[in-house]
């Protein structure tokens, strides 16, 4: 079965600093990676995904996130921190056999903390 | 949130009580999605949709009900048999290879 960990509840950064929020996998063949971010109250956003091709994946307000096979992770990466990234991130992964439906498995998200 | 509403946004239930809440999408996405989220459990998939007047019980369907009458409605009941409904609830739809979720609803039982 397949499966995220986000191994890190919160993570706290300076505004300016870079940031990374992690994110492992675990799925058979090749998998289909996701990150979203969530503001309070607010439905899920989505910020980039990893299908095939280049393992480094740009996305949504200057985000970026490096598939890493061997490793099997796909962490979230910006390099300079602003306060309002602070938000609640989820990783997720779907079975790469399913087409029309996408059975999404999310991990159980970090809360991210941009201090100015 | 572009594409699918959810109302209300906030909803009340008492005990023993029914409460049904709507999602819809103008997207024109065949599949929809029910999900359940709990702080530190992330997102649970309730139940989904893939085409019109067909769903399928997702990871924790227990105590929750779904009709899919039309493309662009998939509304959730929540039945008295759910023993923990307090969550924000959030629906879903799906374009290849991507989710849209709606802005959610968050249910509170008193």
């Known amino acids: 079965a397949q499966s995220v960990a986000q191994p890190e509840d919160q993570v706290n950064v300076a505004e300016g600093n870079p940031l990374t929020v992690k994110c492992t996998y675990s799925v058979s063949g090749n998998p289909y990676l996701f990150w979203y971010v969530q503001y309070p109250n607010r439905g899920l956003q989505f910020l980039l995904k990893?299908?095939?091709?280049?393992?480094l994946v740009k996305g949504s307000y200057g985000f970026e996130a490096e598939f890493n096979k061997s490793q099997t992770s796909f962490h979230l990466k910006k390099p300079s921190a602003l306060v309002s990234d602070s938000a609640l991130y989820f990783c997720?992964?779907?079975?790469?056999?399913?087409?029309?439906?996408?059975?999404?498995?999310f991990g159980t998200g970090t809360r991210l903390l941009v201090s100015p | 949130d572009g594409g699918i509403t959810q109302s209300p946004k906030y909803l009340f239930r008492k005990e023993g009580q029914n409460v049904t809440l709507s999602c819809e999408q103008n997207l024109n996405h065949d599949a929809m999605y029910w999900y359940r989220q709990d702080p530190g459990q992330g997102l649970r998939l309730i139940y989904y949709?893939?085409?019109?007047?067909?769903?399928q019980k997702g990871d924790i369907a227990e105590g929750y009900s779904v009709s899919r009458e039309k493309k662009e409605s998939f509304p959730l009941t929540v039945t008295s048999a759910q023993k923990n409904p307090t969550a924000f609830y959030l629906c879903a739809s799906s374009a290849p290879n991507e989710q849209f979720f709606g802005p959610g609803t968050r249910l509170t039982v008193l």
């Open positions: 997720a992964v779907r079975d790469p056999f399913h087409t029309g439906f996408q059975k999404l498995v």
């Open positions: 990893y299908i095939t091709g280049d393992n």
């Open positions: 949709s893939q085409i019109v007047n067909d769903f």
